[in-house]
């Protein structure tokens, strides 16, 4: 069964640092492109960051470039986001999710997301 | 960047067809295609259309997806509703390097 599973996330205090996991089952991970999208409370959905298969090509969304960092382990079927100086607009559900993508590095021409996590709730508060 | 429009909520009876639509704000809805996704309560979401009008595998054919050019928009059309398709909806597209989500809509199946 395809399957992500998230971890890693908690209560965190503004200013803080916390690192996501994203344990990938039955399939080759490094064969995807792999995201990560959030949900605020309430909210809607937020992408948020992706890795090309071999880690070379990484996007993030504006509101968190410098601030947070998505890798992965191929040899561990993982994906991870490093989140630093967190703020409290960045609580929310963090899914991972197995993504086709077209780019040619300034451009995407395909996204898809057809594989998702359950998620892990990041809560930034004093 | 463009932005995606959604009707907050809609509503429909069991049986009956509601159709969602996505509202691309700049640009040609056809330039960049469509994905929907489903989010039960409580759940992640899952997609139910990509490519504007592709179903994945394991979804029923009462959901299909168009695009209209004239109004610049998407739809998500569900045929012969279910209480089990009462959720979120949600569209997302795709420009430059960034990846865009519509506000999503809430489908209430009375």
């Known amino acids: 069964e395809v399957q992500l599973v998230e971890s890693g996330g908690g209560l965190v205090q503004p200013g803080g640092s916390l690192r996501l996991s994203c344990a990938a089952s039955?399939?080759?991970?490094?064969?995807?492109?792999m995201s990560w999208v959030r949900q605020a409370p309430g909210k809607g959905l937020e992408w948020v960051a992706n890795?090309?298969?071999?880690?070379?090509?990484?996007y993030y969304v504006d509101s968190v470039k410098g601030r947070f960092t998505i890798s992965r382990d191929n040899a561990k079927n993982s994906l991870y986001l490093q989140m630093n100086s967190l703020r409290a607009e960045d609580t929310a559900v963090y899914y991972c999710?197995?993504?086709?993508?077209?780019?040619?590095?300034?451009?995407?021409?395909?996204?898809?997301?057809?594989?998702w996590g359950k998620g892990t709730t990041v809560t930034v508060s004093s | 960047n463009f932005m995606l429009t959604q009707p907050h909520s809609v509503s429909a009876s069991p049986g009956k067809t509601v159709t969602i639509s996505c509202t691309r704000s700049?640009?040609?809805?056809?330039?960049?295609?469509v994905q929907w996704y489903q989010q039960r309560p409580g759940s992640s979401p899952t997609p139910v259309i990509y490519?504007?009008?592709?179903?994945p595998s394991g979804v029923p054919d009462r959901f299909s997806g168009s695009i209209d050019s004239s109004s610049n928009s998407a739809s998500l059309t569900i045929s012969g509703l279910k209480t089990e398709d009462e959720a979120d909806y949600f569209c997302?597209?795709?420009?430059?390097?960034?990846?865009?989500f519509g506000g999503g809509t809430k489908l209430t199946v009375l």
């Open positions: 999710a197995r993504s086709t993508v077209v780019t040619d590095e300034t451009y995407f021409y395909y996204y898809y997301m057809d594989v």
């Open positions: 039955g399939f080759t991970c490094s064969s995807f492109w």
């Open positions: 890795i090309k298969q071999d880690g070379s090509e990484k």
């Open positions: 700049s640009g040609s809805i056809a330039s960049n295609y």
């Open positions: 490519e504007d009008n592709q179903r």
């Open positions: 997302q597209s795709y420009d430059s390097s960034n990846v865009l």
